[in-house]
C-alpha cells in the first residue's frame, strides 16, 4: 500500500477559521453573538470549556455522557463505535457513494455540514491530549483492543494520524511509546505535533483535510473536532452540531486513560 504523508509545511487554511496572529480575532461571526469578540475571548476562554456544552440525545454508540466529556472507560468497547463508523465508511466505495468527512465545511454557520471527501484516501484522527491540557508521553498506558482495531482499520488502506499538543522535538519519545503500548506496532502512522509557537490543532486539521478524508475523529471534547468551541459565548447555540456526534465525532477517553482487559 502506497503510504501518504501529511506534508508539514507552513500553510495559511482558505476556510472560514484560520486564523491569523490574534486567534479570536478571527473566529468568524454568526449570529446572534454566539462567538466571543477578541476581547471576550482572552479574558473568558477559561470558562468556555466544553464540560458546559449541553448535549443533545446521541446514539447509542457515541460515547458522549451529558457532561459533554467522554465517559471514563468500564469496558474494553470505548472506541468500538468509532472504529467500527470508520471500517463502514471505508467500504463505501468513493466513487458509487460520496463520502463526506468529519470535518465542519463552514465552523462559523455552527450547522453540522462536513466537507465533501471526493476520492481523498480515508483516515481517522485521534487527540492524545486530555481535556484541557497536553498529552504525559509516559503516561499512554496498553489498550490491545484499540490496538487490534487500529490494525483493521489499516489492513483496510485507512490511515491513522494522532494529534497533540506535543511538541514536533518529542515526536521520536511518543513514536517510541506508541510502539511501546501496541497502538502503533510498526511505528507507520502519522504524528501531527506542535511545529512552532502559535501552531493550532485547527491548522493541523484543515491541512490533513486537503490529503485526507478523515472519515472520524476521536477525542474526550469537543474542542478536539473543532476549535469553534472554545470561542462560544452561548454554548446553546452550536446544538445543532450534536447530530455529529457518533457520526464522524466521538467522544471517547483518551488513550492515556484506557486500560487493557
Not at 471505508?90 to 466513487?95: F, G
Not at 503516561?139 to 490494525?151: I, K, N, V
Not at 511501546?180 to 493541523?204: F, I, N, S, V, Y
Request: charged share 25%; aromatic share 4%.
Amino acid at each position: 500500500m502506497i503510504r501518504r504523508r501529511l506534508h508539514t509545511a507552513c500553510a495559511v487554511s482558505a476556510l472560514a477559521m484560520t486564523l491569523g496572529g490574534c486567534v479570536a480575532a478571527a473566529i468568524p461571526v454568526v449570529a446572534g453573538g454566539a462567538i466571543l469578540s477578541a476581547h471576550d475571548a482572552q479574558t473568558r476562554r477559561g470558562n468556555a470549556s466544553l464540560a458546559s456544552v449541553p448535549t443533545a440525545e446521541a446514539p447509542a454508540t457515541s460515547g458522549a455522557v451529558g457532561s459533554g466529556r467522554a465517559e471514563a472507560p468500564g469496558s474494553r468497547s470505548a472506541f468500538e463505535p468509532f472504529i467500527g463508523y470508520a471500517l463502514a465508511e471505508t467500504a463505501r466505495h468513493p466513487t458509487d457513494d460520496r463520502r463526506r468527512s468529519a470535518i465542519l465545511a463552514d465552523p462559523g454557520t455552527l450547522q453540522p455540514v462536513t466537507t465533501d471527501c471526493s476520492i481523498l484516501p480515508p483516515a481517522v484522527l485521534i487527540d492524545l491530549d486530555p481535556a484541557g491540557g497536553t498529552l504525559d508521553i509516559a503516561s499512554l498506558t496498553p489498550d490491545a483492543p484499540l490496538g487490534r482495531a487500529l490494525e483493521d482499520l489499516r489492513a483496510q488502506e485507512t490511515d491513522v494520524f494522532w494529534i497533540s499538543e506535543t511538541s514536533a522535538g518529542d515526536a521520536g519519545t511518543l513514536r517510541n511509546r506508541l510502539r511501546e503500548t501496541g497502538l502503533d506496532p510498526a511505528g507507520r502512522d502519522t504524528l501531527l505535533l506542535m511545529r512552532r509557537p502559535g501552531d493550532r490543532k485547527q491548522l493541523r486539521r484543515k491541512e490533513l483535510a486537503r490529503t485526507h478524508c478523515v472519515m472520524a475523529i476521536a477525542g474526550d471534547e469537543r474542542s478536539d473536532f473543532d476549535e469553534l468551541y472554545a470561542y462560544l459565548k452561548d454554548p446553546s447555540a452550536a446544538a445543532a452540531l450534536d447530530a455529529l456526534i457518533g457520526r464522524g465525532w466521538f467522544l471517547v477517553p483518551t488513550p492515556p486513560e484506557t486500560k487493557e482487559d
